[in-house]
């Protein structure tokens, strides 16, 4: 079929992986693997996202018990 799939988990690696998938001549597939407790972000979040994440936020805080 063509496909590429590439998975990183070393952050050194992540420039080479990228490059590799974006070089192939074919539909691919980067799997990033990210620390579980890591807040990923839009590069432009919208007003909606941020009060969603506010909101978001604000209910773990009140469950948590740590």
Do not use: C, N
């Amino acid at each position: 079929m063509g496909f590429r799939g590439v998975r990183v988990e070393d952050p050194a690696d992540a420039d080479a992986s990228v490059a590799g998938v974006l070089a192939h001549d074919g539909p691919a597939l980067l799997d990033a693997a990210t620390h579980p407790h890591e807040i990923a972000l839009s590069p432009r979040p919208t007003m909606a996202q941020e009060w969603g994440f506010g909101i978001a936020k604000i209910k773990e805080t009140l469950v948590s018990r740590e």
